[in-house]
């Protein structure tokens, strides 16, 4: 019980700015320099802080390909001091996680090779492909946020595209349900989850680009 207190303490703290679901606004605040020491997506518009795994892959996106010593400094720094304790007491999403996880649903256990799974996914797609692939201007791809984020879907997709029509617009024909499920008007959201997902974490990207005036990379939407 103590150690959900906790953990819903700090999602609240975490995400304290909950008045910009209403018009579908990025906090964009002086904290957004600090990272989060768990997963929790900069594009939530709750969110208070930068996401880690977000901002490692946009500083090794970034034009000039650096490496995020501040970010990686940040991480080892909770992660000496408070080791797993973050994932099983800090982590916003794994709050989330945990809440999913009591859905009454077949629950699928992996072998044991799995979970070095993501330790590949941690290298390929925060650190090559935003580094190796890039748009127009040099800028990398982010890979992680566009194609893996379950967090960036929950927290910042699914909130933006329902207050943005210009977002649902953007994201393309593939969004919408050839049966008017779903409509540009936001009416009747019947979410198509295999069409939605992708579609959902391009978004994010696009609008937070476009809050900030910079252009749109190409694959953002």
Not at 22 to 47: E, M, V
Not at 65 to 73: D, H, P, R
Not at 83 to 99: D, K
Request: positive net charge.
């Amino acid at each position: 019980m103590k150690r959900k207190i906790i953990q819903i303490a700090a999602f609240g703290y975490s995400n304290a700015h909950l008045l910009n679901y209403k018009g579908g606004k990025i906090y964009q605040g002086k904290w957004k320099r600090f990272c989060n020491p768990g997963l929790n997506c900069y594009s939530c518009p709750a969110a208070g802080f930068a996401c880690p795994i977000g901002a490692l892959q946009a500083v090794n996106g970034s034009m000039e390909f650096q490496f995020s010593f501040y970010v990686a400094g940040v991480l080892l720094a909770f992660g000496v001091l408070l080791g797993r304790a973050v994932c099983g007491w800090l982590c916003p999403f794994g709050l989330i996680q945990e809440l999913i996880h009591r859905i009454p649903s077949p629950k699928l256990k992996l072998k044991k090779v799995f979970r070095y799974l993501k330790y590949l996914v941690l290298v390929v797609f925060v650190f090559v492909l935003p580094a190796t692939v890039t748009n127009y201007m040099g800028m990398g791809k982010p890979a992680f946020c566009q194609y893996i984020c379950p967090a960036g879907t929950l927290q910042g997709g699914i909130p933006l595209l329902s207050t943005h029509e210009e977002l649902r617009r953007t994201v393309g024909a593939l969004f919408f349900a050839e049966n008017g499920d779903i409509d540009p008007d936001g009416r009747g959201l019947h979410l198509h989850i295999s069409v939605f997902l992708p579609h959902a974490l391009s978004a994010r990207g696009y609008l937070r680009h476009h809050e900030q005036g910079q252009p749109v990379p190409s694959g953002s939407g």
